[in-house]
């Protein structure tokens, strides 16, 4: 019969049967370093192509939401 257990990431508890497919889910794997690379590059790709107009109101969004953090 399956019993009580905890979360070693969150500690909540969960049924014994449950708590693999919970961290799988809620915790799940980490990005790796690599795929953040990429999507930073990515990133800076789409921004050369703007225009200088559309540059200023994205650095200012991200300002804006830095501020907010």
């Not at 990431?9 to 915790?27: D, E, F, N, P, T």
């Not at 800076?44 to 830095?66: D, F, G, M, P």
Request: proline share 4%; hydrophobic share 35%.
């Amino acid at each position: 019969m399956p019993e009580a257990v905890r979360c070693d990431i969150c500690g909540k508890l969960y049924s014994s049967s449950h708590v693999k497919s919970h961290k799988r889910l809620a915790h799940g794997p980490k990005r790796p370093v690599k795929a953040t690379q990429d999507g930073m590059v990515a990133i800076l790709e789409i921004y050369e192509t703007l225009s200088l107009e559309n540059k200023v109101r994205v650095l200012s969004q991200l300002s804006a939401r830095a501020k907010e953090s």
